[in-house]
């Protein structure tokens, strides 16, 4: 983390020691009101598509539990999606009846396009879902053209960003999706616990919400009652650790002051150089695949036996 989201962090802590947590949250509601405004700067939205959550992964629980699954019903992923999506793919197989369809990769790697459109125009797909780039193989997915796909299909669309964001400019526009999960840490540089979401406009007006609606993100309105928020504040929960809350939005500050762009370019920089310095190695081979390759770099090494002497 660098030195201002440490900062921001420390300097939260110290003053809720002083006054109390809630108290505390209460003097720093204008700087974390403007924390949403840089978050949604990072992926081309206002702040009122925004949702402040635990973590990539929670936000992403949080935008498949909006859908009513039932059984017969299709999910859409890639080969290369993170191991917890695809348990909780396979959870909802074993609950719901929900199958799960992997499309194909390109010869190259990573999600064809073209396999997702096939899918999409034979099966009852209700959701197609999405690692932008995966945790390993330095592989960058096309997640525009299927996006694309889903948009002409009158599909739902879920990105897992949680390792782009800060790597890669992100535009939801352009990718066309109705949920966008990401995390403060990895490329953003920001506190471990915390992480952001994204609602588009088209999935707030459909009323979808999470299956366990937080008193947070939806008012009880009656006995038998209740009624969401009107922004992306419906997917959060009523408990914040505020001092992640506004590391993660520093972390956002710093990364656009810096300019992705140029974050961009020096960490890819950086991993060409390890990728080509290390396939010069003996027995040492770079695994990344994909025509287009990231800030990861995935490497095998020969195995080494080793023998001991034991004494007694």
Known sequence: MPQPVIDAITDHLRLEAEIGG??????RAAM??????????MVGVPARNIAVVGSATAGFIQALSSFDFAPGDVIVTTRCDYTSNQIQYLALAKRLGVEIVHAADLAEGGVDPQSVREIVRTRPVRLVAASWIPTNSGLVQDVESVGAVCEEAGVPYVVDACQAVGQLPVDVARLRCDYLSATAR?????PRGIGFMYASDRALARGDHPLFVDMRGARWTSPTTYEVAA??????DWEFPYALVLGQAAAARYALDVGVDVAQARAWALAATLRDASGALPGVRALDRGA??????TITTPTRRSTRRWKR
């Open 186 to 190: 990895k490329f953003m540089r920001g």
């Open 32 to 41: 974390i009101a403007a924390g949403y405004d840089a978050l949604g700067q």
């Open 231 to 236: 922004t992306a504040r419906r997917y959060e």
């Open 22 to 27: 809630y108290e505390a949250a209460d003097a």
């Open 292 to 297: 287009t390759r990231c800030a990861i770099v």
